[in-house]
Structures are given as structure tokens and as C-alpha cells.
């Protein structure tokens, strides 16, 4: 398991470098849900798209060894949510990847 939770410290890091806003005239996120922050732009930078595929392949081979541990039934309770916020997870960076 410490892998994986190398690769969360990873992913963690990457989801706030994408989350964070762009500019100073970005919106602040909202008061009341301050864990949101506004939407990915719809176009990407090259480097902004380059570190959301590292993350987003990332994410994937966590997903898969978590899948792997699933069908063995490897998962505790914890790691049955985290496989389901990975699914999530992976969905979201498909859809700010356009993919």
C-alpha cells in the first residue's frame, strides 16, 4: 500500500495544480462549498494539457490496480470508496481532456 498512497500524495498535488485558477481576475471559489473551485478552461495550454494526461494516466493505473485488488477481493471498505472516487475521478479527466 505505500505505493499507492504515493500515488494519492501525487494525485492530490496534481488536482490542485489543476483546480487552482488561472489568473488574478479568476473567480474566488464559492463560500459555500469552498472545497469547489471553478471549471477547467475549455482550451487547455500544451503544458496545462501535458500535466492533465500524466495525472489522468495515473489515475488510471491506480484504477486498474485497484480493480486487479477488487476481483482477487483484496478491498476493504476504504479501498471500495477509493476505487469508486477513481472511477469518478477518471471520468472528470476525461471529460476536461474533451476525450
Do not use: H
Amino acid at each position: 500500500m505505500p505505493a499507492l498512497q504515493s500515488t494519492l500524495g501525487v494525485l492530490a498535488v496534481a488536482v490542485a495544480l489543476l483546480a487552482c485558477p488561472r489568473d488574478a481576475g479568476a473567480t474566488d471559489p464559492s463560500i459555500l462549498a469552498p472545497y469547489r473551485y471553478q471549471p477547467a478552461p475549455q482550451q487547455l495550454s500544451p503544458l496545462e494539457q501535458q500535466k492533465a494526461l500524466i495525472y489522468k494516466n495515473q489515475v488510471q493505473n491506480q484504477l486498474r490496480t485497484l480493480e486487479n485488488q477488487d476481483t482477487k477481493g483484496e478491498l476493504n471498505s476504504f479501498d471500495q470508496r477509493l476505487l469508486l472516487d477513481t472511477r469518478s475521478e477518471l471520468f472528470r479527466m476525461n471529460g476536461v481532456l474533451g476525450e
